[in-house]
């Protein structure tokens, strides 16, 4: 059974940082993609980050710059760096992980003040 825990959620000011993270309960090496989404306050779950078992990573233009996807296989984590964070990523983030079937965590609150 495959599990993906994120953490690392909170509540930050605008202009802040804050770094995502989704622990694995398997190699991660399993998954030829990972990718964060996120959904905010109304809106549908967006693609935010890409990052292939290749190295190759692809981001949302609205967070292009700013956010940074990375992992650990060493200790089966996916990684989101955030920066610069305004109001507009206000949102509950998700992990995925694709491998001939999707997997999803439960999702961590990032709450951005203005």
């Known amino acids: 059974q495959v599990q993906l825990v994120e953490s690392g959620g909170g509540l930050v000011q605008a202009g802040g940082s804050l770094r995502l993270s989704c622990a694995a309960s398997?190699?991660?090496?399993?998954?030829?993609?990972m990718n964060w989404y996120r959904q905010g306050p109304g809106k549908q779950r967006e693609l935010v980050a890409t990052l292939t078992s290749g190295g190759r990573s692809n981001y949302a233009q609205s967070v292009k710059g700013r956010f940074t996807i990375s992992r650990d296989n060493a200790k089966n984590t996916l990684y989101l760096q955030m920066n610069s964070l305004t109001p507009e990523d206000t949102a509950v983030y998700y992990c995925?992980?694709?491998?001939?079937?999707?997997?999803w965590g439960q999702g961590t609150q990032v709450t951005v003040s203005s």
């Open positions: 398997v190699s991660i090496f399993s998954f030829p993609t």
């Open positions: 995925n992980a694709w491998a001939t079937v999707d997997y």
